[in-house]
């Protein structure tokens, strides 16, 4: 195989790898609204595409709300585990990178998660 062979064959393989490279996105839930009870959070995530690595920012107003990661069975019953997961964040922000599979969301603000406010996205 001469030299020019060699640096196609090359070219091509690196052609093959950035086309199959995904790049993470960025999925601001609630959109413009934010996590806030104005938003039926299954409507928002049906239809959107999430992978393994992406990044979910949620935005709400500080003191009012907060995020909690939390496994399927407190997703359902929607118990915060103890008192300080109950507890109003003052930033206002907060961001979670998406493992494969089922990610569940919720406010552990009392009364929050009953009300709505809980998010279930599945990552591919």
Same mark, same amino acid.
């Given at each position: 195989?001469?030299?020019?062979?060699?640096?196609?064959?090359?070219? *091509?393989?690196?052609?093959?790898?950035?086309?199959? +490279?995904?790049?993470?996105?960025? &999925?601001?839930?609630?959109?413009?609204? *934010?996590?806030?009870?104005?938003?039926?959070?299954?409507?928002?995530?049906?239809?959107?595409?999430?992978?393994? *690595?992406? +990044?979910?920012?949620?935005?709400?107003?500080?003191?009012? &709300?907060?995020?909690?990661?939390?496994?399927?069975? +407190?997703?359902?019953?929607?118990?915060?585990?103890?008192?300080?997961?109950?507890?109003?964040?003052?930033?206002? +922000?907060?961001?979670?990178?998406?493992?494969?599979?089922?990610?569940?969301?919720?406010?552990?603000?009392? *009364? &929050?998660?009953?009300?709505?406010?809980?998010?279930?996205?599945?990552?591919?």
């Amino acid at each position: 195989m001469g030299r020019y062979s060699v640096g196609l064959v090359v070219l *091509g393989l690196l052609a093959f790898a950035f086309s199959t +490279t995904v790049l993470a996105e960025t &999925h601001v839930v609630g959109d413009s609204d *934010g996590w806030d009870f104005s938003v039926s959070f299954d409507s928002w995530a049906d239809g959107k595409v999430f992978a393994a *690595g992406d +990044t979910l920012v949620f935005n709400y107003k500080p003191g009012a &709300h907060n995020v909690l990661a939390v496994d399927a069975a +407190t997703y359902r019953s929607c118990k915060v585990g103890s008192s300080a997961d109950s507890v109003a964040a003052a930033t206002g +922000t907060a961001s979670f990178l998406l493992k494969k599979g089922v990610n569940y969301y919720i406010c552990g603000v009392p *009364g &929050h998660c009953a009300a709505g406010m809980k998010l279930r996205v599945v990552a591919n």
